[in-house]
Nanobody, 123 residues
Framework: QVQLVESGGGLVQAGGSLRLSCAMS????????VGWFRQAPGKEREFVAA???????YYADSVKGRFTISRDNAKNMVYLQMNSLKPEDTAVYYC?????????????????WGQGTQVTVSS
């Protein structure tokens, strides 16, 4: 079974930066897309960013210009660089994998999920 493990979350002041990592292991796929989602208390899980096998990317409007998704296929790693963090970015961040080529933007389109990592941005 595919396993995804997020890391890099923590407490940061507004305006600061964090880099989240998603390590993938287990079953090997010939190609796959990865998405980042977040869920704040009392809210539904929402799309943040996604990257396809060819490195095509999608971003939510709320994070464009601040967040950057990237991947290192040789290491089976995906990253989310988060800059200029705001208190409204506070949430549990999840990475998810879909064994296809194109990036996806909906929760139901992903087959495998990590356990999440907490990001807290203080005022």
């Amino acid at each position: 079974q595919v396993q995804l493990v997020e890391s890099g979350g923590g407490l940061v002041q507004a305006g600061g930066s964090l880099r989240l990592s998603c390590a993938m292991s287990g079953r090997t796929f010939s190609s796959y897309a990865v998405g980042w989602f977040r869920q704040a208390p009392g809210k539904e899980r929402e799309f943040v960013a996604a990257i396809g096998w060819s490195s095509r990317t999608y971003y939510a409007d709320s994070v464009k210009g601040r967040f950057t998704i990237s991947r290192d296929n040789a290491k089976n790693m995906v990253y989310l660089q988060m800059n200029s963090l705001k208190p409204e970015d506070t949430a549990v961040y999840y990475c998810a994998l879909d064994p296809t080529i194109a990036p996806k933007r909906e929760v139901y389109e992903y087959d495998y999920w990590g356990q999440g990592t907490q990001v807290t941005v203080s005022s």
